[in-house]
């Protein structure tokens, strides 16, 4: 059972994490900063990066253990379409099912914003928490591992992809947004989180994983874009 209970204790201080990146940003609310707009976004993937580096520092576990390598044995050339397609499958499906979307209101943010915001920098802090923390923080588990569709997944691998997926269980408090849209986005997060730790693993550094993240996010844009055009 230690690997399992290993497991549960990573994911509930990950989640601890979590909860006092959500509460920074309510601080953040407190001085004049609007709770759900870019600033307020930033801040708290800034806090989830500052909680997740100091957890790696205080382990006294070197920065390359956690995936700070440039990393090696990745084929770029499937990986890009694998997580363009990871992302936008997700859109496709929200649009065939007739769901709300994130976006019901039909407010867009200005281009510069999505790319900076959410293409990069929350791929990045998101990677960084679990894939470069709690998916790393299991490695000496990495032998523990279970068949999913006839791909080998590790203990680490399936516990960062499930945080990575619950923490996306906030779509929900979001105003308008249908029960089918959280579904599409835990599933198509629990998809893309199992890439990008399967990658993760494979090369030993988080450049892979973020690089999946981000074509994930790029792809759930086109596909959205492309969705609305055929259907």
């Known amino acids: 059972m230690r690997p399992f209970l290993a497991a549960v204790a990573v994911f509930a201080f990950a989640w601890l994490m979590f909860v006092f990146s959500m509460l920074a940003t309510m601080e953040a609310a407190m001085f004049g900063v609007p709770p759900m707009g870019f600033t307020s976004h930033a801040i708290f993937k800034a806090a989830m990066v500052a909680m997740a580096l100091f957890a790696m520092l205080a382990s006294r576990r070197k920065l390359s253990t956690y995936g700070f390598v440039w990393g090696s044995r990745v084929n770029w050339a499937l ?113 893309v989180g199992l890439i990008a730790g399967v990658y993760r693993e494979h090369s030993d550094s988080l450049l892979p994983a973020i690089a999946v993240h981000v074509l994930a996010n790029v792809g759930g844009f086109l596909g959205g874009v492309l969705g609305s055009q055929l259907m």
């Not at 914003?113 to 470069?132: D, H, P």
């Not at 006839?150 to 249908?178: K, Q, Y």
């Open 79 to 191: 990986l890009v379409p694998v997580g363009l397609v990871a992302g936008g499958v997700g859109s496709l499906l929200m649009i065939a099912l007739s769901a709300s979307g994130m976006n019901p209101g039909g407010n867009r943010e200005p281009l510069w914003q999505l790319i900076v915001g959410t293409w990069v920098w929350s791929s990045v802090a998101e990677e960084i928490f679990a894939r470069g923390y709690a998916q790393s923080r299991l490695s000496a588990f990495r032998g523990v591992a279970f068949s999913l569709a006839g791909v080998r997944m590790s203990l680490p691998t399936l516990t960062g992809a499930v945080l990575f997926s619950s923490t996306h269980i906030l779509v929900m408090t979001m105003p308008g947004v249908d029960a089918t849209t959280v579904s599409i986005i835990l599933a198509s997060t629990l998809l």
